[in-house]
């Protein structure tokens, strides 16, 4: 460890570390997009094809906050550490899939591990590094998170272009290898000997509700009508499951989603927002690459080319919040103005269409990039620093659970109003489009082109909802800073 890092309190190769299991949990949910088309066609099972995408966040988003739990009773590191070797042996098993069925089961077991990544590793940083400096690395995190979601299908099409697409699943173990050299030989943590159940009862409720909210947003209006017995069967589990986790929740020695967190207004409407976020964010990082391949032209990585504008929108936004904030402890103006600009950014692209530009159809995205940026960042600061220190698992944990369960109902219902507007042409592939006759072309870009328009709407309203919940945010001084704010009214909570 250098003088430098001494003085800082922790070590950065650890950090590094820590950083590189993150990236592998973000990458991996979109890297697989490029490579899908192959992947069908040596496997079969179209049908099954989008299970691929939600076994993973799904799986991701019913265990972050059991491993964020796991992390504050039994120690954040080996919580981490196990949580890569789970993810590692998912990735192995995923690469050699024989069948649809047994990728899709494997992709379950990336996702168990998957939801330790982000959560074990922002609480580590949040018990490592002070307040203000870590409200600077935290805009480090920030960029991990255009670079992984536009990076991914430029990395799964090249790997699948050149080597094969179980290269997409293989390229985690030599990175995930180092990750957890790093977090074993650098991070050094107080050891931890706090005894206490788990709450196995919330769990349960909690993962029931997700996955029934899941298929409701996948199947209603696509594979059983709004009105069926399914929907409303699913709909009702939902409701009753998460109605019953609240006072489980309450009487619970160790809730995994402590309600005292909610006490704090600004803490509730960080999760509201993290939620809304991560639904436009995926809705259109999903759904955007189709529209720029079939209706463009563009190839599976020369689509994700020209989402780069989304991502330095994002990635500006996220670096500027993340140093402002650092600075001035100031923040509640950054989710308001990202709420703004990410409804303004999706309604932008509306005007998209078969004879739409490609450059000017590319560089459209960028705004809606700078939204999404200022909401992320922001409530991610939100949440971390306006937590007590012994409950920053769970309260990373949540903000991660929030957004992934966001941006996987998000893809599911921004999804069906996609593919209710595509009719037939849902099942044709880039490749497949291109050999029709150019009056079969020509149909299934209008197609396309609508699709996108009900995804950029529906985009447009959460947005607005988020940036009518953001006026509620109140500013408070950040935890461990000595002096309270000039705006501050009340005592430094968030």
Known sequence: MSAADGEAGYDRLGVFGLLLGMFLAMLDGTIVGTALPTIVGDLGGVRELSWVVTAYLLATAVTTPLWGKLGDLAGRRGAFMASVVVFLAGSALSGMSG?????????????????????????????????????RLQS??????????????????LLTDHLDWRWTFYVNLPVGGLALLLVATRVRLAARRVRARVDVAGAALLTLGIVALTLLGSWGGVRYGWTSPQIIGLAAVAVAALAVFVPVERRAA????????????????AQVLSFLAGAVMLGLMTYLPQYMQVVRGASPVGGGMLLLPLMFGMLAAQLGTGRIVGRTGRYRWFPVLGGALAAAGSLVLLPLGTHTPTAAASALTGLVGVGIGLLTQSTMLITMYGADPRDMGAASGTVNLTRTLGGSLGVAMLGAVYTARLDAPVNLTP????????????????????????????????????????????????????????????PARL
Request: glycine share 12%.
């Open 99 to 135: 069948s649809m069925a047994e990728l899709i089961a494997y992709r379950a077991v990336q996702g168990l591990g998957a939801g330790g990544l982000m959560v074990g590793a922002m609480a580590i940083i949040g018990e490592l590094v002070p307040p203000r400096e870590g409200a």
């Open 140 to 157: 480090m995190i920030g960029v991990i998170v255009p670079v992984a979601f536009v990076g991914g299908p430029l990395v799964g099409g």
């Open 254 to 269: 160790e809730p995994i989603l402590p309600p005292r967190l909610f006490a704090s207004r600004n803490f509730a409407l």
């Open 431 to 490: 490749a497949q489009v291109r050999a029709l006759p150019e009056a079969g072309r020509e149909a299934v870009r209008d197609a396309v082109s609508a699709g996108l328009h009900g995804v950029v709407t529906g985009s447009a309203a959460l947005a607005l909802v988020a940036f009518a919940a953001a006026w509620f945010v109140r500013q408070r001084a950040l935890r461990g800073t000595a002096e309270p704010l000039p705006d501050a009214a009340e």
